[in-house]
Structure formats: structure tokens, C-alpha cells
């Protein structure tokens, strides 16, 4: 009995690039949730504010008005936020200065007043929350997950020239079994000579 191989007919490797295809959209929508899962957990406050500094005190702050002015401690530490200030003074005036002289976002202090602020150096007393390691691993992990997406062009072309070389292998097939191409031997596959 003749062996005979099963061959797709017209396939021509089309189904080892649908599956490519189908490959990358699932592992790009199982990326997307993790990513999203990830960035979920990177903005919880459980794990942005997990620790709280002890108060801290700054002093020969510069503060001009007009620009923003760092608290160098609270911003050496990940997701650092002003949680309290306890005491602004100025140190020209030797005044506590007002709440509504100033705004604070994160580890940033801006003046609002031109009067006591201009050109002038604070002492700051205050305390902040920073996120642990805990923020560094989610932060990680979320990032080089996302990064996957990176490699898709790469499997893509990898899989197109699959599907090529399973082209020419098919052509050179068919060309081969149509008796075009004169062989070593008599027989089916040899063209009549003149």
C-alpha cells in the first residue's frame, strides 16, 4: 500500500501565520491585563503611602516667588508626599508663615504671597509618605510586562518568512512533479527531446 502525506491544498503555510496571528493577540490581551492590573496596584494607597517619615526638618530653604522649591528628603524616597507640615518659618522675619502663603503638591512647595516669600530662605518642619519596596517590585514587574509588545514585529517577520519558505518549498514542489524539469533518469519526469 502507498504512503501518502496529507497536504493542505492552497494552505500554502497560511495556518502557521493565522497562528502567529492568533499567538500575539493573546498574549497581547493577557499583557494588557496584567499591565492594567499592575498599574491598579502601583496607584493604590495602601502600597503608595505605605510608610510615613518621621518629621523632618529643612532649614536655608530658598523660596522665591514665582518658582517651586523641592523638600530634598521627601523627594529622595519613591512617591514622596508632604503628609503634614508643622512648622514654615521664615527665617529673614523670624515669622511663622500662613498656610495660604504657600501650596504644596507632592514633595513641591509653591509661594502664593509676593511679601514674605520673595527671595527669602524657610525653615520647614514637616512629615511625608513614600511607598517601600514594595512600590519598586509592582513598579517593575508592571513595566517589563509592558514591554513585551516590544517583540512582536520580530515574530511577526519571523513568521512571514515561515510561510515563504514554505511557499517556495510548495512552488519548487510543483514544478518539480509537473515534468518540466528534465531528471537523470527516464520516466514521468522527463521532458522529450527533439
Known amino acids: 500500500m502507498k504512503k501518502t502525506f496529507k497536504q493542505d491544498k492552497g494552505q500554502a503555510g497560511l495556518s502557521i501565520l493565522l497562528s502567529v496571528i492568533v499567538m500575539l493577540f493573546i498574549i497581547g490581551l493577557i499583557v494588557m491585563i496584567f499591565t ?5 496596584l502601583r496607584s493604590a494607597d495602601s502600597v ?6 518621621a518629621s523632618v526638618s529643612q532649614t ?3 523660596i522665591t ?6 523638600l530634598t528628603v521627601c523627594s529622595a524616597h519613591n512617591q514622596g508626599v508632604i503628609a503634614l507640615i508643622s512648622a514654615f518659618i521664615n527665617q529673614s522675619s523670624v515669622s511663622l ?14 509661594p502664593v504671597a509676593t511679601t514674605l516669600m520673595n527671595d527669602t530662605l524657610a525653615n520647614i518642619t514637616y512629615t511625608y509618605t513614600y511607598a517601600g519596596s514594595s ?9 517589563s510586562i509592558g514591554e513585551v509588545t516590544d517583540w512582536f514585529d520580530i515574530f511577526i ?8 519558505i514554505l511557499l517556495t518549498v510548495i512552488i519548487i514542489t510543483a514544478i518539480r512533479s509537473s515534468g518540466m524539469i528534465a531528471g537523470g533518469t527516464s ?3 522527463t521532458v522529450g527531446t527533439a
Open 65 to 70: 516667588t514665582g518658582s517651586t522649591t523641592t
Open 36 to 40: 492594567l492590573m499592575g498599574s491598579e
Open 135 to 143: 512600590y519598586d517590585v509592582i513598579n517593575d514587574t508592571a513595566n
Open 48 to 53: 503608595t503611602k505605605a510608610y510615613t517619615g
Open 157 to 164: 517577520v519571523i513568521g512571514a518568512m515561515v510561510v515563504l
Open 60 to 62: 536655608g530653604i530658598n
Open 97 to 110: 508663615v500662613s498656610g495660604t502663603d504657600y501650596t504644596a503638591s507632592g514633595c513641591v512647595i509653591t
Open 187 to 189: 520516466g514521468a519526469n
